[in-house]
């Protein structure tokens, strides 16, 4: 059974930085990509950052790109968002998603019950 | 900025069919997939590559997609079906993953 379990939520301040991790099991974690979607309250989906199965490509929207960074650790089957400069707007739970394959360009199949990140002073 | 066009809402009567659109100038040529979300949860995949079912979704769950339109489409709607739907693409000239607004489905 495909697991995926995030921490690292919380409240911050503007301007603040967080951490978010995901714990994966139940799958061949290096063979496919993991992705981190948002959903702001009230809100639609948004994806924010993608990387494939090696780590070694990363994708982000133009909304986060230069402040998220994405990573994994496929020894430990884990995948982290780096969030720095952190706005209002960033508000949102965020979902660690497994996609189909290698590459994140397929559908998003197994998915974490997410973590709220609240940014506010 | 690449965009998917849902409809906010669409309501359907139980055991009817309930069709949910995502437009996009060129969609036909890319895989859509479908997302069914319910309050407080996470979204779940009903359909992939525009028509196909993962294991565990009903067949009452399909799609089609041509042209500028995708679509969802829940045949003998259930009270239980009633949620949010996403359509998705992956956007080659972006590289990126996204998603179309949502649809509220409401069973009358």
């Known amino acids: 059974e495909v697991k995926l379990l995030e921490s690292g939520g919380g409240l911050v301040q503007p301007g603040g930085s967080l951490r978010l991790s995901c714990a994966a099991s139940?799958?061949?974690?290096?063979?496919?990509?993991m992705n981190w979607v948002r959903q702001a309250p009230g809100k639609g989906l948004e994806c924010v950052s993608s990387?494939?199965?090696?780590?070694?490509?990363?994708y982000y929207p133009d909304s986060v790109k230069g402040r998220f960074t994405i990573s994994r650790d496929n020894s430990e089957k884990m995948v982290y968002l780096q969030m720095n400069s952190l706005r209002a707007e960033d508000t949102a739970v965020y979902y660690c998603?497994?996609?189909?394959?290698?590459?994140?360009?397929?559908?998003?199949?197994?998915w974490g019950q997410g973590t709220l990140v609240t940014v506010s002073s | 900025s690449y965009a998917l066009t849902q409809p906010p809402s669409v309501s359907v009567a139980p055991g009817q069919t309930a069709r949910i659109t995502c437009g996009e100038s060129?969609?036909?040529?890319?895989?859509v997939h479908w997302y069914q979300q319910k309050p407080g949860q996470a979204p779940v995949l009903v359909v992939y590559?525009?028509?196909d079912r993962p294991s565990g979704i009903p067949e009452r769950f399909s799609g089609s997609n041509s042209g500028t339109t995708a679509t969802l489409i829940i045949s003998r709607v259930e009270a239980g079906d009633e949620a949010d739907y996403y359509c998705?693409?992956?956007?080659?000239?972006?590289?990126?993953?996204?998603f179309g607004g949502g649809t509220k489905l409401t069973v009358l």
């Open positions: 998603a497994k996609s189909g394959g290698n590459y994140p360009s397929g559908g998003l199949v197994d």
């Open positions: 139940g799958f061949m974690f290096s063979n496919y990509a």
């Open positions: 990387l494939t199965g090696s780590g070694r490509t990363t």
């Open positions: 060129n969609i036909g040529r890319k895989s």
């Open positions: 590559d525009d028509s």
């Open positions: 998705q693409v992956w956007d080659s000239t972006s590289d990126n993953v996204v």
